[in-house]
Every structure is written in C-alpha cells, then in structure tokens.
C-alpha cells in the first residue's frame, strides 16, 4: 500500500530534507510551503498523515491544525506537529492541553521521525517489521491515539 504525508513547512531546505528522511517506494511526500497551500492540498490529496510547522510566518501551524481538524474527513488522520522550540517549559505547555496525535522537535534525525512515522500509520515501513522504541527521542506523544 502506498502512503501519502502532507508536510507542512515554510522553510524550503526542511522540506528537502524530510523529502530525503522519506524518500520510500510506500510513500508520496506532498509539501506545502504555506497554510493556505497546505489546507489546499490536504483538501486534494486526502492524505493518510500529516506533519505541521509550528511557526511560520503566514499562520501558524496551530491554526492550519484547527482548521483541518474542524473538516469532518480529517478527524481521523494522524497530525505529527514540528517545532524548533527547544524550551522545555515553552514545549511543555503549549502541547500539553492539544489533541495532537504527536509532536517532533527541530532538529531531527532520520530514526525518530521515521518511527513516528509508522507508529502514526501503524505500519513498518523503513524498519522491516523490526521492533519500534516505544517513545523515540525528541518525539512525544501528548495523547494516546483513539481508534
């Protein structure tokens, strides 16, 4: 099966980069370099996760998260937000009371964000079926997922 991801991000060198972590026959990245690109394009594609930026210069990726999330055909697509906010009390706070499926911090490497990755998909996509680290390092999950 293949995979479609929504990345979410203002800065073009990330998405180069996140293209690269997941460049994998299963998966079609599909990028946005704005909100209303971003809310465009989730509208076509459908995609089975997405990846947010919290900060970018148009809107923030807390209101590209509201406005998707309020779209009844998103209700059940993971969201895996992004923040090069490295404060822990900053990130504490403003991830602590959301709904978010999960959240990466910048800078990242390859392992943690493709665990995330098929631990949102519930897939072994770049691992081969081997077993996953519960918790990857620099990535929290604020909420346990529904089903």
């Not at 990028?31 to 210069?57: F, N, Y």
């Not at 590209?64 to 900053?90: C, W």
């Not at 995330?116 to 997922?145: H, T």
């Amino acid at each position: 099966m293949s995979y479609t991801i929504l990345y979410v991000e203002d800065e073009p060198a990330i998405i180069e980069l996140v293209h690269d972590i997941l460049e994998h026959k299963d998966i079609q990245l599909v990028s946005a370099c704005s909100a209303a690109e971003g809310i465009q394009k989730a509208r076509e594609t459908k995609p089975h996760l997405m990846m947010l930026d919290v900060l970018m210069p148009d809107r923030s990726g807390w209101s590209i998260y509201n406005e998707v999330r309020s779209d009844p055909a998103f209700k059940d697509v993971p969201i895996i937000m992004l923040t090069g906010q490295l404060h822990r009390y900053r990130i504490m706070k403003e991830f602590s009371h959301s709904a978010i499926d999960a959240y990466i911090t910048k800078p990242f490497d390859v392992n943690t964000v493709r665990q995330e990755i098929e631990k949102m998909l519930g897939v072994p996509i770049w691992s081969d079926g081997k077993k996953q680290s519960a918790q990857p390092k620099n990535s929290r999950s604020p909420k346990s997922r529904k089903k």
